[in-house]
């Protein structure tokens, strides 16, 4: 019913900037909150940043003051402009949707990206 393409993963040096971009598609009137989480090897997945339809954010504690989320309401897209990156911040960056409303304004549940690689080194 609803996918959601990230973009924009790739290998950058500490330091260095990335953007990523999720767009979202399907029988989608709107959707409340968009945002990132990443996975690192071995480890749970965690909160990167959350943006709502009206543009409260929710930050991670780590990357506070380096990454900015922003979105599109009207492409349904979201995007997390990442700076001073650091190697720590490598993991697989997944998009979600939470909260989706179809064209009938009924909630469809919350939806997950297949995730892209961003990898920093030192």
């Known amino acids: 019913q609803v996918q959601l393409v990230e973009s924009g993963g790739g290998l950058v040096q500490a330091g260095g900037s990335l953007t990523l971009s999720c767009a979202a598609s399907g029988s989608i009137a709107y959707i409340p909150v968009m945002g990132w989480y990443r996975q690192a090897p071995g480890k749970q997945r965690d909160l990167v940043a959350t943006?709502?339809?009206?543009?409260?954010?929710n930050y991670g504690d780590s990357v506070k003051g380096r990454f900015t989320i922003s979105r599109d309401n009207a492409k349904n897209m979201v995007y997390l402009q990442m700076n001073s990156l650091k190697p720590e911040d490598t993991a697989v960056y997944y998009c979600t949707a939470a909260g989706v409303r179809n064209t009938n304004r009924l909630s469809i549940g919350d939806y997950w990206g297949q995730g892209t690689q961003v990898t920093v080194s030192s």
């Open positions: 943006m709502t339809r009206g543009g409260g954010t």
